[in-house]
């Protein structure tokens, strides 16, 4: 039936792909922004100030980072809960190795390395001995935060004075540099998903792994890979974590997996796999970015804008669902 | 004929009868005016290749159908309602069925899985002590001597299959209709549930056995009914029949129209096996494959024709023997090696294991080779694109654009797909693991002819298939895959589909 479909519909009507429906998902995405700075810049005094809008730059690096590369892995049907402790970790790591005397660039290449070493432990014992990457990461979540906070006695670990890890929080045009870095791994990102062969046999291992293994797609170092990158991704928001408190702090980052893993989802990737985009995570990291920043600024009880926090993010995703299902009824009909 | 199966015991109690059926689907007459009875303590095999209406005829007993004409009784009451109602009419006066897709509960004891969602019990309080007792005793009933407290986990496929029929028995059917129901099983395994078939039917229950294994039919069935294109062509005695007649009534008249093959002069082998073994399945499997050829492998559902190619492929491991590409042993053969060396591969299940229906078709065309649409390592859209127009001309894919989901397509649009992602990698040979189910006439034509011009290109291809009568059209040679080894080989021109399903149903 849907041969007949496709062989009698002309062309033009069968550009839904790159179409507007195709795109639902990022336009209600845009929509819920626009109503959030509404409301905010009514509500909330202080939010549409120039600093405030750089604040809530800088927060989006601090999810965004590591947001793009858990985009890859939710789409490649896997989940990374390391996140914020491997960024507290490589922090404290990260402080050790300046503390030693290792040159600002030597240590910051171990930094990522470590990161992705570490990261890709879960990838490994996914891919060869079929242990959920819930579980593996579950382990990382727990036993970095640990060694983290063993080593340190929970102190923050002081770096003294280093220029370059200064120069990372100098704003640039009065743009903070993680901003730009987040802005430039966004685009490397959207390439990659989009433009690369690893990247589409990333959708091809989430849409099917077994039709992705037999045509040939090296599955299994494809998923070591993706926790490889998640790994160096979460080294890089540690690296701009010192240099934004001067100090290695095994505290630090707290909760961050779950911003990550909502910002993904609300961007509309499926938890299933094989489906999402890097743009839709960029407007979600946006979206829990800006409503944490206007719970603040609008003065609620920190315990309360947690509530809210939850409720939101599971009405953007509940609506982002039906207007999604809306849709293609439509395109059916 | 009918009458004469009927009169062996004149004594005979109806408990199911279906009388001048007929049922159309679109485009197909299903059922053609079919009449068919079987009385209490019978088992009846029934006998007919794919898309003969033994499935139509099972779901007008069990109410999942209503007849465009004709009537149902079972047990002696006739089928009133329409709709959901009519199967639940059908299974209140003592209709089951035992399908291949078992419906366990793995990490569940025998005894909740076979009171699954029904567990005795008070107020939602469970009463295991009964529960067990009761499972105990159906489970003697068929010979499945095991504690009702283990779990269904660690059970081999036939001791499930059993466990199955013991929870159908549990609701105490009139008829109980059985549809292939050792086809994954050894033959050691079979027995048990042949075992369990026969007393079932000392109890009075009337069986239908759906099967293709002559040899069971002959021990549990003292009649067939053999069904071809929607009608009932014969009821008849086993024990006097000749296999071969069988299937030709199976058949019809259907043989006769092989293509004619052009034949060829070829030297190289590519590809040798030798004596190879996978437990409990395959033992001693030897051929060879020579460039250029096409080479049948025929067997029944369940004969390890999947896990053959998947043991060539390196998909699965073997136990013993060799497999030697172009005269180098491979020993331990490992998937992605042996696609480096030349190998494709199409899997049986086109949607579980061939297709990422959600993207495109250019994607799931070059998945197989991505090196070759791409500039510096980036994906060239321009190249992708005219990669997938290559292998849509080629073999004829209907869609409205290279980047379409291919799960929009059609399923014959799809397996060429599946089958064209490896002319894209320029594979020179390909294992062909039921190119062809689930395809439309039209589309299945196409795959054979694509089959015979990329053979006739020098590739190699194994192709497996349990429809017999397409075996002449394409292929140079034909084994045949019984009892877990090679046993027949037929060589075109002399590829007689009666002699190939014969030799595939035989007896010991």
């Known amino acids: 039936m849907s041969l007949e479909k496709a062989a009698t519909t002309p062309p033009s009507a069968q550009r839904r792909r790159g ?136 102190l923050p670990v002081s770096i003294g004075r280093n220029d370059i890890v200064d120069m990372l929080d100098r704003p640039i045009l009065g743009v903070p540099p993680a901003a730009i870095i987040m802005l430039v791994l966004f685009a490397v990102f959207a390439f990659v998903s989009r433009k690369t062969a690893f990247g589409r046999s990333v959708f091809a291992i989430g849409g099917n792994p077994h039709a992705a293994f037999l ?60 489906r999402g985009s890097m743009l839709g995570t960029l407007l979600g990291v946006l979206v829990i970015t800006l409503i944490g920043n206007g719970l603040v600024l609008l003065g609620i009880n920190p315990f309360f804008q947690q509530v809210v926090r939850g409720l939101i993010i599971v009405v953007a995703v509940l609506a982002n669902i039906q207007a999604i299902k809306r849709s293609a009824m439509r395109n059916k009909g | 004929m009918i009458e004469s199966a009927a009169s062996q ?3 005979r109690t109806i408990i199911a009868s279906i009388a001048g059926c007929t049922k159309r689907y679109p485009g197909v007459l299903a059922l053609d005016n079919a009449s068919f009875d079987i009385a209490a303590g019978e088992v009846r095999a029934l006998l007919g290749k794919n898309g003969a209406g033994k499935s139509t005829l099972i779901r007008m007993l ?37 399908y291949q897709e078992l ?20 107020a939602g309080v469970l009463n295991y002590a009964d529960m067990q007792a009761q499972a105990a005793e159906a489970m003697a009933r068929l010979g499945l001597d095991l504690p009702p407290s283990r779990l269904v986990a660690g059970l081999s496929p036939a001791e499930r299959q059993l466990l199955e029929i013991a929870r159908v028995l549990l609701g105490k059917p009139k008829l109980v209709i059985l549809d292939e129901p ?87 082998v590519v590809l040798e096996v030798s004596n190879l073994a996978l437990q409990p399945k395959l033992s001693s499997i030897s051929f060879k494959l020579q460039e250029g050829e096409v080479l049948g492998i025929a067997g029944l559902l369940g004969s390890g024709r999947t896990e053959l190619l998947q043991s060539i492929i390196g998909v699965r491991s073997f136990d013993a023997g060799t497999v030697m590409v172009d005269g180098k042993p491979a020993r331990r053969p490992n998937y992605r090696q042996m696609l480096d060396a030349g190998f494709g591969y199409t899997p049986e299940s086109r949607k579980e294991e061939g297709i990422v229906p959600l993207l495109g078709v250019d994607e799931n065309t070059v998945s197989t080779d991505f090196s070759s649409v791409s500039r510096y390592g980036v994906l060239s859209a321009r190249r992708m694109a005219n990669a997938t127009r290559k292998v849509i001309q080629r073999l004829h894919v209907k869609t409205a654009q290279t980047d379409t989901p291919i799960g929009t397509l059609s399923g014959g649009n799809q397996q060429k797909i599946v089958i064209g992602r490896w002319v894209h990698a ?25 089959i015979r011009q990329l053979a006739a290109e020098g590739r190699s291809i194994i192709f497996v298939s349990s429809e017999i009568e397409e075996l002449p059209l394409v292929c140079d040679r034909v084994v045949v895959l019984r009892e877990g080894t090679l046993k027949e080989e037929f060589i075109s021109p002399d590829i007689d589909q009666d002699a190939v399903m014969a030799a595939c149903i035989a007896g010991h």
């Open chain 2, 9 to 11: 015991s004149p004594t």
């Open chain 2, 426 to 450: 320029d594979s020179r040979i390909l294992l062909l693991d039921e190119p062809t189910r689930g395809v439309d006439v039209e589309a299945k034509a196409q795959i054979y002819a694509i």
């Open chain 2, 103 to 122: 419906s366990l509960v793995p990490g569940m004891s025998l005894a909740e899985n076979l009171f699954l969602g029904r567990w005795p019990g008070k």
């Open chain 1, 215 to 274: 045509s040939g797609i090296n599955v299994a170092r494809i998923r070591v890979a993706l926790f490889a990158i998640a790994g160096a991704m979460a080294a890089v928001s540690g690296i701009l974590l010192l240099s934004r408190l001067g100090s290695g702090n095994a505290t630090a980052a707290s909760g961050l997996e779950f911003d990550v893993i909502a910002a993904v989802v609300v961007g509309g990737t499926a938890l299933s796999g094989g």
């Open chain 1, 19 to 154: 179409g507007f429906a195709q795109h639902m998902n990022e336009v209600s995405l845009f929509v819920a922004i626009a109503l959030l700075y509404i409301v905010f810049t009514a509500t909330a005094g202080g939010f549409m100030t120039f600093n405030n809008q750089i604040n809530i730059l800088r927060d989006a690096a601090t999810i965004g980072i590591a947001a793009w590369a858990a985009t890859l892995i939710i789409i490649s049907g896997e989940i990374d809960v390391s996140v914020g402790p491997m960024v507290a970790f490589i922090s404290v790591a990260l402080a050790y190795l300046l503390q030693w005397g290792v040159p600002t660039p030597i240590a910051f290449v171990l930094a990522i390395a470590i990161g992705a070493a570490l990261a890709s432990i879960a990838g490994i014992l996914r891919a060869y001995f079929d242990v959920p990457t819930f579980v593996g990461t579950l382990g990382l979540w727990s036993a970095l935060r640990g060694t983290a906070l063993f080593v340190t006695d929970a």
């Open chain 2, 62 to 98: 069990t109410g999942a159908d209503v007849p465009d004409a004709g009537t149902v009784h079972i047990g002696g009451e006739p089928l009133t309602q329409s709709g959901s109602a009519r199967a639940q009419e059908s299974f209140a006066l003592g209709v089951r069925v035992v």
């Open chain 2, 182 to 268: 050792t086809s994954s099983l050894a033959a050691a395994e079979a027995e048990k549930v042949m075992t369990a078939v026969k007393r079932i039917a000392s109890e009075g229950i009337a069986v239908i056995y759906v099967s293709h294994r002559m040899n069971e039919i002959r021990q549990i069935a003292r009649s067939a009914t053999v069904m071809r294109d929607g009608r009932i062509v014969d009821t008849m005695d086993v024990a006097g029949a000749d296999t071969r007649d069988i299937v030709r009534l199976m058949l019809g008249s259907e043989a006769g129209q092989v293509a004619a093959l052009e034949t060829r002069t070829r030297k190289n």
